[in-house]
């Protein structure tokens, strides 16, 4: 796949990701505080531990290491027989400690991979490592009445437990990325260990990027962007990015080893401090912690509980439903868009001879219509009020032939904005399918005595008027006749004048 940057010919660009995502526990990394703080006011779900205070002793989440090691085994990663944590020092003012209890050089998680299609053909991304860690409290920024500003720091998030996955820089371009990132997503969403959402803040991601000449291991400078919140500001950075630096490399200038922020309003990256190297933490072994030694059988047993997995739920789709490569894998990208299909194919009452048809049609409206209404209301399927046994509904009118689809499609903007079912909408505005020929042949009458010149057409060989007449009749009809119905009457009164 080519450059984001149309001088990319001369370089290429390498990327590296850095994604931290936050692990759905009860309770915090170290101590017995609730995780659940995005709803909480400021600074509830707290103790000594995630506070700081001096003499406290930290104790191990159990289910986060689970949690960890399923990630690792997902992502084809090998669990080693011996795990550490380290405290990272640094002095920000989220951390409350002035260090963080992370891991270092004996994560829980080693050397797997992830796999990605670019253009139609496989790519294997490595993977480095995955371990666990916390997360920092949060600052909020304030400007009172006079105009000054300030800070809060709300440490609610302290302490929660955060999972952080670190790619090889195998990545060449900034689509490349985004794919590795929708996929990495997916898979911790069907393993269940993280809601994945990026507008929250529960999934992160940090990009290491630098470009060298094509055809050379020469690098002419990393760099790291932060503050990328959803999968478009992420190749829209890394965009950016690449095109900022091999524009300085061509006018002979140098790229520091730097950290800059994604400015999403601007479009554009912004210095905000040199890099730091692992040296500048003072890594040392966590004191309060001891080593973790994780058996084998522990590890099997773990590897025993893994899920159905994107690819694999996809492969079935299209072994059992008969869906193509295309849209099984838009359907299975994220869990609950494939959970919402398979409940709304399961609420089904069409017979099992024709599940395939039925799969093929749920699928058709969902990649279509469902998901047109989530993007524009800004929420994913489970948010939706049209519930899968809605849209099943739905679907059972039009394959009966009560509705027609496009009947349906007002139906379901409808029960998307209300939550009311097919059958009361249908019932309630009048909109069942006019399929009886009685009631049709009288409205086909009289759209051919109006539109003669049409009928001439016909007869003269066009039948693009044939359209034009059906179109007609439909239109008489507020969209309900039958179209099928109405073209065969329509068919049959002009053969019938000869």
Same mark, same amino acid.
């Given at each position: 796949?080519?450059?984001?940057?149309?001088?990319?010919?001369?370089?290429?660009?390498?990327?590296?990701?850095?994604?931290?995502?936050?692990?759905?526990?009860?309770?915090?990394?170290?101590?017995?505080?609730?995780?659940?703080?995005?709803?909480?006011?400021?600074?509830?779900?707290?103790?000594?531990?995630?506070?700081?205070?001096?003499?406290?002793?930290?104790?191990?989440?159990?289910?986060?290491?689970?949690?960890?090691?399923?990630?690792?085994?997902?992502?084809?990663?090998?669990?080693?027989?011996?795990?550490?944590?380290?405290?990272?020092?640094?002095?920000?003012?989220?951390?409350?400690?002035?260090?963080?209890?992370?891991?270092?050089?004996?994560?829980?998680?080693?050397?797997?991979?992830?796999?990605?299609?670019?253009?139609?053909?496989?790519?294997?991304?490595?993977?480095?490592?995955?371990?666990?860690?916390?997360?920092?409290?949060?600052?909020?920024?304030?400007?009172?009445?006079?105009?000054?500003?300030?800070?809060?720091?709300?440490?609610?998030?302290?302490?929660?437990?955060?999972?952080?996955?670190?790619?090889?820089?195998?990545?060449?371009?900034?689509?490349?990325?985004?794919?590795?990132?929708?996929?990495?997503?997916?898979?911790?969403?069907?393993?269940?260990?993280?809601?994945?959402?990026?507008?929250?803040?529960?999934?992160?991601?940090?990009?290491?990027?630098?470009?060298?000449?094509?055809?050379?291991?020469?690098?002419?400078?990393?760099?790291?962007?932060?503050?990328?919140?959803?999968?478009?500001?992420?190749?829209?950075?890394?965009?950016?990015?690449?095109?900022?630096?091999?524009?300085?490399?061509?006018?002979?200038?140098?790229?520091?080893?730097?950290?800059?922020?994604?400015?999403?309003?601007?479009?554009?990256?912004?210095?905000?401090?040199?890099?730091?190297?692992?040296?500048?933490?003072?890594?040392?072994?966590?004191?309060?912690?001891?080593?973790?030694?994780?058996?084998?059988?522990?590890?099997?047993?773990?590897?025993?509980?893994?899920?159905?997995?994107?690819?694999?739920?996809?492969?079935?789709?299209?072994?059992?439903?008969?869906?193509? &490569?295309?849209? /099984? *894998?838009?359907?299975? !990208?994220?869990?609950?868009?494939?959970?919402?299909? @398979? +409940? $709304? #194919?399961?609420?089904?009452?069409?017979?099992?001879?024709?599940?395939?048809?039925?799969?093929?049609?749920?699928?058709?409206?969902?990649?279509?219509?469902?998901?047109?209404?989530?993007?524009?209301?800004?929420?994913?399927?489970?948010?939706?009020?049209?519930?899968?046994?809605?849209?099943?509904?739905?679907?059972?009118?039009?394959?009966?032939?009560?509705?027609?689809?496009?009947?349906?499609?007002?139906?379901?903007?409808?029960?998307?904005?209300?939550?009311?079912?097919?059958?009361?909408?249908?019932?309630?505005?009048?909109?069942?399918?006019?399929?009886?020929?009685?009631?049709?042949?009288?409205?086909?009458? &009289?759209?051919? /005595? *109006?539109?003669?010149? !049409?009928?001439?057409?016909?007869?003269?060989?066009? @039948? +693009? $008027? #044939?359209?034009?007449?059906?179109?007609?009749?439909?239109?008489?009809?507020?969209?309900?006749?039958?179209?099928?119905?109405?073209?065969?009457?329509?068919?049959?009164?002009?053969?019938?004048?000869?």
């Amino acid at each position: 796949m080519a450059d984001a940057s149309p001088l990319g010919s001369k370089y290429e660009t390498i990327i590296g990701l850095e994604v931290h995502a936050q692990l759905l526990t009860k309770s915090k990394m170290y101590c017995g505080c609730s995780a659940a703080y995005a709803s909480a006011a400021p600074n509830t779900h707290v103790d000594p531990v995630c506070l700081g205070l001096p003499g406290v002793l930290p104790v191990i989440n159990r289910q986060a290491i689970e949690y960890t090691i399923m990630t690792g085994l997902a992502l084809n990663c090998t669990i080693p027989p011996y795990t550490k944590f380290d405290r990272k020092n640094y002095p920000y003012p989220d951390l409350m400690k002035g260090y963080q209890i992370s891991q270092y050089d004996a994560p829980l998680c080693l050397g797997g991979w992830l796999g990605i299609d670019v253009n139609g053909e496989p790519k294997r991304i490595g993977i480095t490592r995955v371990h666990l860690e916390e997360d920092v409290a949060k600052l909020v920024h304030r400007t009172n009445a006079l105009g000054e500003s300030y800070s809060l720091v709300d440490v609610n998030r302290a302490g929660v437990p955060l999972m952080e996955i670190v790619s090889e820089p195998d990545m060449r371009s900034p689509e490349e990325a985004r794919l590795y990132l929708v996929k990495l997503r997916a898979i911790l969403q069907y393993l269940g260990v993280s809601t994945g959402n990026m507008e929250e803040g529960s999934f992160r991601c940090d990009a290491n990027v630098s470009v060298r000449p094509r055809g050379t291991d020469v690098f002419l400078g990393k760099v790291e962007v932060k503050n990328m919140n959803s999968f478009r500001a992420v190749f829209r950075a890394l965009s950016y990015e690449v095109e900022r630096q091999i524009e300085i490399v061509d006018k002979g200038g140098t790229i520091p080893q730097e950290t800059r922020g994604w400015v999403d309003d601007r479009e554009v990256t912004v210095s905000q401090r040199s890099k730091e190297y692992a040296h500048d933490y003072r890594y040392f072994p966590e004191p309060d912690l001891p080593p973790l030694m994780p058996s084998r059988e522990w590890v099997e047993s773990i590897r025993a509980r893994l899920p159905e997995l994107p690819e694999a739920r996809r492969d079935r789709f299209m072994a059992e439903l008969g869906l193509s &490569r295309y849209d /099984a *894998d838009l359907l299975t !990208a994220g869990k609950p868009f494939a959970d919402y299909f @398979e +409940q $709304a #194919l399961a609420a089904s009452s069409i017979s099992p001879e024709r599940r395939q048809e039925r799969a093929k049609l749920t699928s058709n409206w969902m990649l279509g219509e469902l998901n047109r209404l989530l993007n524009d209301a800004g929420i994913e399927a489970p948010q939706s009020r049209a519930t899968p046994a809605h849209l099943s509904e739905l679907l059972d009118l039009i394959q009966a032939g009560t509705i027609s689809a496009r009947t349906g499609k007002e139906v379901f903007a409808e029960m998307f904005a209300s939550g009311a079912d097919a059958r009361q909408i249908v019932e309630k505005r009048g909109l069942t399918q006019v399929s009886g020929t009685g009631e049709l042949a009288d409205i086909v009458a &009289r759209v051919l /005595a *109006d539109n003669p010149q !049409a009928v001439a057409d016909y007869q003269s060989g066009k @039948e +693009q $008027a #044939l359209k034009f007449l059906v179109g007609q009749v439909m239109k008489e009809t507020r969209g309900r006749a039958n179209p099928q119905v109405a073209n065969t009457l329509i068919v049959e009164e002009l053969k019938s004048r000869g």
